[in-house]
């Protein structure tokens, strides 16, 4: 199994930007479908992003469309989050995960490697 480790959170004002790294090691990288989940205190852990494989194709969840960028470097065994235009409500702990041979689902079930996640904290 792939192992993977976050990076790049901390705590920005509303409307600036981070940007989230993951990065991969102990498997054939651009095999793995990547994602990026979040979990707000008291709620669910919930899709925000994939990108897929060997095409890399992305899906957002609907309230980061526009804002959040994912993407891969099958180079560098490294997946990316860029998060513009931050909100309160996207205060979360931010997972990253690995799907062999997915095609970037946005149900966390199928995937199989987490990160030990990233806090991101936008004051209200």
């Known amino acids: 199994q792939v192992q993977l480790v976050e990076s790049g959170g901390g705590l920005v004002q509303a409307g600036g930007s981070l940007r989230l790294s993951c990065a991969a090691s102990?498997?054939?990288?651009?095999?793995?479908?990547m994602a990026w989940f979040r979990q707000a205190p008291g709620k669910e852990r919930e899709f925000v992003a994939a990108?897929?494989?060997?095409?890399?194709?992305?899906l957002y969840t609907d309230s980061v469309k526009g804002r959040f960028t994912i993407s891969r470097d099958n180079a560098k065994n490294m997946v990316y989050l860029q998060m513009n235009s931050l909100k309160p409500e996207d205060t979360a702990v931010y997972y990253c995960?690995?799907?062999?041979w997915g095609k970037g689902s946005l149900r966390s079930v199928d995937y199989e490697s987490w990160g030990q996640g990233t806090q991101v904290t936008v004051p209200s």
């Open positions: 102990g498997g054939t990288f651009n095999r793995y479908a």
């Open positions: 995960a690995a799907d062999l």
């Open positions: 990108i897929s494989r060997p095409l890399p194709t992305t």
